[in-house]
């Protein structure tokens, strides 16, 4: 099942809902909302897979683009006023596909497109960076992946694995890319627990410039 209007995927899976929310909507004008653009979260069944610090956290790091699962370019943040859009809303089968674009890398020369898949128990993230107007220069990119409570994360020589109960993750991330797990730091690694309050949780970050 796919909701347009609300750019939410769900399926079943092993008996268990499978959700993804995507943020490809503009900048919300509610004083408490996160300059987040193109964000994604997961949930499989009550368990957050890719989750969010919340919109009523008041530590000012936490409220930042670099505490959400999206992009950012060089550790700036977006403008308050940005426009963001649903590009594509498909089901196939057992796939779901969402697609969207911002604007709000445009003032660096950039169209930020995100294509989130869905697939059963698997979650596919591809992110485009597009140039517009006039692009010069080299900028510093910085990609995250925040996990949600409760996960706990290895590297088995091959992929990183994250696991909370009964859930197991194999996280697959481009090997080109040099990522590193952070844990309960300024601007990542924390996100609201079962009882409201903000705890630590795996956070994967990469950097390249």
Do not use: Y
Not at 138 to 152: D, M, N, S
């Amino acid at each position: 099942m796919l909701f347009r209007s609300d750019a939410v995927a769900a399926m079943r899976v092993k008996n268990r809902p499978s959700r993804v929310v995507a943020s490809f909507g503009p900048a919300s004008a509610c004083p408490q909302a996160h300059p987040a653009p193109l964000s994604v979260l997961w949930d499989v069944g009550d368990v957050a897979v890719l989750a969010d610090p919340g919109c009523a956290v008041k530590t000012p790091a936490l409220r930042t683009v670099q505490a959400h699962t999206t992009l950012t370019l060089d550790g700036r943040e977006p403008p308050r006023r940005w426009d963001a859009r649903l590009t594509l809303a498909r089901v196939d089968g057992k796939k779901a596909r969402i697609t969207g674009a911002t604007d709000a890398w445009s003032s660096m020369g950039f169209q930020h497109e995100r294509d989130v898949l869905l697939n059963q128990a698997r979650l596919l993230v591809t992110d485009r960076l597009t140039p517009v107007g006039r692009a010069r220069g080299r900028h510093a990119l910085r990609v995250a992946f925040q996990l949600g409570a409760g996960w706990t994360v290895e590297h088995d020589g091959t992929n990183w694995v994250a696991k909370n109960g009964a859930l197991t993750l194999v996280v697959q991330l481009p090997a080109t890319l040099a990522w590193s797990v952070v844990i309960g730091q300024d601007g990542a690694g924390r996100v609201r627990g079962h009882d409201g309050a903000l705890v630590d949780a795996p956070c994967f970050v990469d950097r390249k410039s």
